[in-house]
């Protein structure tokens, strides 16, 4: 479990600087990397949920 929340930390940090990009500098293809890094974060948060889960059983 520890793996898969730094491995979320990680995308999430990837997500904030691409998103950061596409804010402030107008960067489109930093637009498009932040909406993937979206979607396979909500991906992480989602297998984080169900091991969560499983672990408080």
């Known amino acids: 479990m520890k793996e898969l929340v730094e491995k979320i930390n990680a ?3 990837e997500f904030a600087k ?3 990009a ?3 500098k ?3 293809a930093a637009g498009a990397r932040a ?3 979206a979607l ?7 297998e984080f949920r169900k091991v969560s889960v ?3 059983k």
């Open 22 to 24: 596409q804010v402030v």
């Open 40 to 46: 396979e974060l909500m991906k992480d948060l989602k």
């Open 35 to 37: 909406r993937k890094a």
């Open 11 to 13: 995308k999430a940090a």
């Open 26 to 28: 107008g960067n489109k």
């Open 18 to 20: 691409n998103a950061e």
């Open 54 to 56: 499983e672990a408080s």
